[in-house]
């Protein structure tokens, strides 16, 4: 329930009623799936948004919603309804999970580059956009998706034989949420008020911590390493070196050389989530999630960025910026080899 409140009558609260996604002209595809890819907290969590109107499926012409990815590495298959009691929402959800639960990071970047090509106009390479998926993950040993894929069910309501379904399935283990969005019209705008039904935040962060423990991830061999580390390990950065957040910026964000949300230091630690200290307030993050944040604060709409590979963002005093520090270093290992 909202109630709006005059600034000239502090007293006063008027409350406003709830629309509907039918009354208010609000379709699934043109509307509540880009509030999703633009905002994914809206669905009560950081998401990685790796593609919408997923197709790739073999033997089967369905198009999942939205496919995502969760700070612990889970594929995420978003399911949007405009109608809460669209019938078999569940059964068409599991579908889908069951489809995508083979996926791989190798598979999914075509789409990725594809997406991010189509929504924010960046064009990636296939390693960009591979570091930009491993360096969302917060787990430092993260190396492929899990095969237990999550499900989101998005929609105004829910009828009770899917509250009731999706409740019986999580009971054996299935991850399934459903998030709540009430449309409000209020003058010239319309809010939205997501709200999280299930789970509730308690139950959801335990389980977080038994698939964690219980669903290790398995080590797929030989793979690049984070660029932190090669630069460490190559003695090519050392702690106390600055870095700056200059390379590639959104055309909202100036770099100032002044100013310390754009500088940096190295710790010399390896960790995924203390690769630097940021001059801003002092605390350690990885060179992606800050960037991240960053990005995400001091966009004009808040919008969330999507991915971000940190390490090409994040230049060294010489302006070089560390991804590419890394990638030549390898290059000329590789060569010597």
Excluded at 187 to 213: H, S
Excluded at 238 to 254: E, H, T, W
């Amino acid at each position: 329930m909202i109630f709006t409140v005059p600034n000239k009558n502090l007293v006063t609260a008027q409350k406003v009623s709830p629309g509907t996604f039918l009354d208010l002209k609000i379709w699934e595809r043109q509307h509540i799936e880009q509030w999703v890819i633009n905002n994914p907290e809206i669905l009560g969590e950081e998401l990685l948004i790796l593609t919408a109107e997923f197709s790739g499926f073999e033997q089967s012409k369905d198009r999942l919603d939205v496919l995502a990815l969760d700070r612990q590495g889970n594929v995420v298959v978003i399911e949007l309804k405009r109608d809460g009691l669209a019938a078999y929402a569940d059964l068409q959800a599991l579908r889908y999970a069951a489809m995508v639960a083979s996926l791989t990071i190798e598979k999914v970047i075509p789409y990725y580059i594809k997406f991010r090509k189509r929504v924010a106009d960046e064009v990636l390479t296939e390693e960009q956009a591979k570091a930009e998926i491993q360096d969302f993950v917060i787990s430092d040993t993260f190396e492929e998706f899990s095969t237990k894929a999550r499900i989101i069910l998005c929609s105004e309501d829910f009828s009770k034989e899917i509250t009731s379904t999706v409740l019986w399935l999580r009971d054996f283990g299935v991850d399934l949420s459903c998030i709540k969005i009430t449309p409000y019209a209020m003058e010239d705008k319309v809010v939205i008020v997501p709200r999280v039904l299930i789970p509730l935040e308690e139950a959801k962060q335990y389980l977080i911590g038994i698939q964690a423990k219980e669903n290790p991830q398995p080590s797929k061999g030989a793979k690049r390493q984070r660029t932190v580390k090669i630069l460490l390990e190559n003695a090519l950065v050392k702690a106390g070196d600055k870095v700056f957040l200059k390379n590639g910026l959104p055309s909202f964000l100036q770099f100032k050389k002044d100013d310390p949300i754009f500088s940096a230091e190295i710790t010399g630690l390896k960790g995924q989530s203390d690769a630097i200290r940021w001059a801003n307030d002092g605390q350690c993050y990885s060179l992606s999630n800050l960037a991240w944040s960053i990005f995400k604060e001091h966009h004009p709409e808040g919008k969330d960025p999507g991915g971000v590979n940190g390490a090409w963002h994040w230049v060294n005093e010489q302006g070089v910026s560390l991804w590419d520090l890394a990638e030549k270093h390898l290059a000329a290992a590789s060569t010597k080899a």
